[in-house]
């Protein structure tokens, strides 16, 4: 391994393979690997990943969500027990679905797990792939360098007026994290305007977008802050809170004026270039230690 | 007075004004006061409380925002000095805001208090009453008999398992008040699965309603909870938090099993009622001691 090695992870590690779903993270991650000389096997997930996104010479298979049996003989035929999982999961269509003979056997241990929602569906592959002899590995061990820094990535950052905000708004998901619930929320007009649960980062800056525009909400300038940070007891190997160009685009469809995140908790895939994009944008994106 | 009457708070006050918004629990109030002999002078909101459902011989006059002035001189013409405000507040139109003359000079004030949203308005309203020398008695110390008793509403009362997760709810609030947010959340499959900030709590419902019927979600029978509370420092003289029929049926569409409330603080209006529509949707709505 050279020195210039993002993390020693890769010397304590054999062969990788990447479960890839959908978005820009995938593709960020086949590309820091091959800039340290690592060329992973992929497993790109039928209706989610693009195979086309990871260029011609990526090692690369589609897999649908019923084809886990063949993938799983693909990986031991070649000796790899790493994996990495990253990016946006397609919502399972039955088609998808459908087992190959070889996958038929694994079947109750996903229908348990399908049962409990999204994130019961997630520790159900990290616990079916650690029962079948494999490590699983968090990106952001992987990549350090597709995480949030400490500091600003654009050239805005928060002043100390709206630090204040963010620190308020940090303290409030630090209360909510013995319930299991609040990874991210809105701050705007001196309170807490909206919280987390199920439905998503996105889901929830559309709802304080619809608040403003039905005038049940001001938002004035400067003003309007999302926070996000992992809950405690995340899984951040398979579940890592992460903010893209859709966020920033959606934030300022909202008003909102900037993000605070957990500086190495919370990925953001290619910093320079979301940095550009909250400059241009007016946002602030700043990862502030934990 | 007589021995009968729900509360003390008659025998300090004078002749009581009632400035009614929409919905049911403006007449509900009404009817209870009569029941006692006493009779308020109703100001309607006009486009939001109905004249109609007072009955007609109710001591009613309709009133746009903007007729503010006029309000003023006729309480003082009346000499009534106590005010209970009770029901839902019209979404204020250009139309209605026009300003008499004799209003003219309370704008200012209240300007200042449209441009921070709901909750400052509110908290300037009375405020503004309260300046100009009348006191604000809140709708639960009129008639208590309006509140959530401690116990179940219907027939169906929460197991010990539904009870365990309603209490983890309000611990849930509890932790939030701190941040003044969280008057509502709803709990199912073990977690937290959404918090109520600005958008209110029947749009809460539609949220998990939403996610459900997105495969996003999973609710068993028996499962699913709302749990409403005050937040500590919460007006309830004007901003107590209620449940009503709508929300019953909210929740039964959601595919949600009951609520839990903090007894004697939150508003459901005719408590008979209530349970039967409980019975009929199969849903438990019982009031927990604070």
Do not use: C, W
């Not at 589609?62 to 990986?75: H, K, M, N, V």
């Not at 100390?160 to 409030?172: M, V």
Request: proline share 7%.
């Amino acid at each position: 391994m050279n020195a210039g090695h993002p993390t020693d992870a890769a010397a304590t590690r054999g062969p990788l393979v990447m479960i890839a779903g959908g978005g820009d993270f995938p593709p960020q991650l086949a590309g820091i690997l091959a800039a340290h000389g690592e060329r992973p096997y992929i497993a790109a997930l039928d209706g989610a990943a693009d195979p086309a996104a990871f260029g011609d010479a990526a090692d690369l298979r589609t897999y649908r969500l019923g084809q886990l049996g063949s993938l799983l003989e693909e990986l031991r035929r070649r000796g790899i027990a790493d994996i990495v999982m990253l990016g946006a999961l397609p919502r399972p269509s039955f088609s998808s679905l459908r087992p190959e003979v070889s996958t038929l056997k694994y079947m109750p241990h996903f229908a348990k797990a399908f049962l409990g929602g999204d994130d019961h569906l997630l520790r159900g592959v990290v616990r079916f792939f650690e029962l079948q002899g494999f490590r699983v590995h968090g990106p952001a061990e992987i990549a350090p360098e597709m995480t949030a820094p400490r500091g600003a990535l654009g050239r805005r950052q928060a002043s100390p007026e709206q630090r204040t905000e963010l620190e308020r708004g940090f303290a409030l998901l630090a209360a909510l994290s013995p319930f299991d619930v609040g990874q991210a929320a809105i701050l705007a007009d001196h309170r807490v305007v909206a919280i987390e649960a199920a439905e998503g980062t996105d889901a929830m800056i559309r709802r304080v977008a619809d608040l403003v525009a039905r005038g049940r909400l001001k938002i004035g300038k400067g003003d309007g802050f999302l926070v996000k940070v992992p809950k405690t007891g995340q899984d951040l190997r398979v579940d890592m809170p992460a903010i893209g160009p859709d966020t920033l685009r959606n934030m300022a469809e909202a008003g909102l004026s900037g993000i605070g995140v957990r500086a190495g908790a919370v990925l953001v895939g290619d910093r320079a270039a979301l940095g550009r994009k909250a400059d241009q944008l007016g946002l602030f994106v700043e990862g502030f230690p934990g």
